[in-house]
């Protein structure tokens, strides 16, 4: 059998430019084994290897701040915790927050799939951040479980009392972020629309899945590897073009009065 070669694993990565953020360096709480409690089909880590809600210290507090020592003077405009899973299962998300501040005094970002919003103890790790940005890829049960499939266990009300909550205690700048995986009926436009009013982000983010998935887990697939440079097998998947998203999103943003951001640029 082929044997896999990762290469030697940095909880430091980057930076990497992201279309809603600028200039973004990178910070991994989770590690070689990809982990979360969703296994999004789009995934660009590849399929999860380790599904769980469970959460637990993945990548010690040191470990970051030795490897995030040698990126001085933190010449970007965020440090983004997201990586090779999900960031809010570390245990130790608001130590290394809180170090990260001290030692860089850059602001932060924390991307969540959200399933966790209704831990008290994440929210209290989440509230050190400056920005955090929360997955909302479908309204319903059924919509997540299809594109998100989450852990045996998930809960949909749970879910989302948790997400209204955190919005409630939140002070930093929230954004809601969506992956569009086909155009959105009018319908469908306006029930989320609706939604988003009441849940009341100060940002909302549409996207579609224009990072390719790899077949096997890749270390590079938490940065932003495109198409035309991953030297190994991936799934091409389908987007929604760029001028229909960037239609959604002015839609959206008449009817809720929300800043809409949408990617890819038209
Ligand atoms: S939540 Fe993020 S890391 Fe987890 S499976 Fe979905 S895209 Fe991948």
Redesign the pocket.
Known sequence: MQSQTMPAFSPVYGPVTSWRYGTSLGIDPIGLR?T?????V????GE?ENHTAQRGVYVPTGEILADLKDYAPWLVDVITLSG???PTLASNLGDILGEIKTLTHCPTLV?T?GTLLGDPEVCEALGQADQVSV?VDGLTDEAIQRV?RPVAGFNFQDFVAGLQGFRGRYQGKLGVQTMVLMPWSASMIEEYSQWMKALGPDEIQLNTPTRPKPQQRQLEGRGNHRLEDCGYPVQRLKCVPGEILSAIASQVAALTDIPVKSYPLT
């Open positions: 990809s979360c409690s969703f296994n999004c789009y995934c660009q880590l999860i090779s899973g999900e991307l799939n997955k998100n």
